[in-house]
């Protein structure tokens, strides 16, 4: 675990990376501030999506976050009913 935390803050980990494209992109933090599902399709993403659901629950608004497509289509289904 350390060595997981000190890897995040290093500019070689992907995921870390990821979060800084979509943090730093206005498309991309209008896009996600907008949605009503977040998906993290791979791995990499997963990170982004957790920081983006952390920071839209502490905004007061739910913003269901999962991995993968059947989980989304699963999600998006739930929100439809």
Known sequence: MPGRILIRLTPLDAGATFWRATR???AA???IR???VLVAA??????AAWRWARAA???GRDLPTV???PAARAAVE???R
Do not use: F, L, M
């Open 24 to 26: 730093s992109t206005p």
């Open 29 to 31: 933090r209008g896009a």
């Open 34 to 36: 907008t949605a009503d």
């Open 42 to 47: 791979e791995r990499d993403a997963g990170y």
């Open 57 to 59: 629950r502490r905004a």
């Open 67 to 69: 991995y993968g497509y």
């Open 78 to 80: 739930r929100r439809a």
